[in-house]
């Protein structure tokens, strides 16, 4: 009897090894499925091309000044300057 508890619980032991293998390619596959591919470049409005200018711009100066400190930027809220925080995050590679 003993015999074919051991045999039972090998079997037991070997299912649970296999269905977790199985499940460690499963999750693996699914993850490499799944990875997003590179975004197409889109259009940026009138809009945000010229806030973007402008940042640029007060970027140079400081650099031109020497300035070793932080520049900072206030938040616009509503219209459509509002709508380019996509557009500054993908131009100054925040999104990364």
Do not use: Y
């Not at 045999?7 to 499963?26: E, K, N, P």
């Not at 490499?32 to 470049?41: L, V």
């Not at 938040?75 to 995050?89: P, S, W, Y």
């Amino acid at each position: 009897m003993s015999e074919s508890l051991r045999m039972s619980r090998r079997r037991w032991v070997a299912a649970w090894a296999v269905t977790g293998a199985v499940g460690l390619v499963a999750t693996a596959v699914l993850n490499a499925s799944s990875t997003p591919g590179p975004r197409p470049e889109e259009p940026v409005s009138a809009v945000c091309a010229e806030r973007i200018a402008d940042i640029e711009k007060q970027l140079a100066k400081a650099r031109r000044e020497g300035e070793d400190g932080v520049l900072t930027f206030s938040r616009v809220e509503g219209g459509a300057a509002g709508d380019c925080d996509e557009a500054l995050r993908d131009h100054f590679g925040g999104g990364r």
